[in-house]
């Protein structure tokens, strides 16, 4: 296989406020358990052969581009605050320590090549070795603290059951033009200031 593209996406989690209750607000969480706030950032070029957009779907709205480079920035924040790009009147913000937070359709990937390509998400150890980002459903793994998963939606379902098949691990194949779309949780234990690490979006043709 020739590789094609390669991604990274960048998480951290900063200066977090947790509150004591859930609020569901506009619904713009997939599944709730928590609130208040993570970020994650991308990063890479506009032009490169995997692009990443935020969705059309609701919880696309915490999604926006930054900056001239192409950079995806998910701030779990208030919708409602008009720096935001996308706003609405009232809502909840963030996550709360001791909770899972599922968020469903984020963003996408889409292969913007010429050619058909598998695409997978890879973890990167932090200096520590320890692996923060996790490339599978919550489903499929024993949840730890202070993590954030994330996966691919290749049906696009919108249930909240994170067990069933039509939640999938890496890679999955986009032909050109083709995109996927992508869920993350958030598990958090404490409230600090902290980075969680990054993971990798990689592109390798199948031809």
Do not use: C, H
């Amino acid at each position: 296989m020739d590789m094609l593209s390669r991604r990274r996406v960048l998480f951290g989690v900063g200066s977090l406020i947790f509150g004591g209750g859930v609020i569901l607000g506009t619904g713009a969480f997939t599944s709730v358990q928590a609130e208040r706030g993570v970020s994650v950032e991308t990063t890479g070029d506009a032009s490169a052969l995997l692009a990443l957009d935020a969705t059309n779907a609701t919880n696309g709205a915490y999604a926006s581009e930054t900056g001239d480079d192409g950079q995806l920035q998910i701030d779990i924040g208030d919708l409602s605050d008009p720096s935001r790009d996308q706003t609405v009147e009232t809502g909840g913000s963030g996550v709360n320590k001791n909770a899972i937070t599922i968020i469903k359709d984020i963003f996408v990937v889409r292969n913007q090549g010429t050619q058909t390509v598998e695409v997978k998400l890879e973890s990167v150890k932090d200096d520590n070795g320890n692996q923060n980002i996790v490339p599978d459903r919550p489903g499929n793994i024993s949840l730890n603290k202070d993590k954030v998963y994330i996966w691919f939606n290749e049906w696009g379902d919108d249930s909240d059951d994170v067990e069933t098949p039509e939640y999938e691990t890496s890679p999955v194949t986009l032909d050109v033009g083709e995109q996927v779309e992508v869920d993350m949780a958030i598990q958090l234990e404490g409230d600090y200031t902290r980075t969680f690490g990054n993971i990798e979006l990689i592109a390798e043709s199948t031809q």
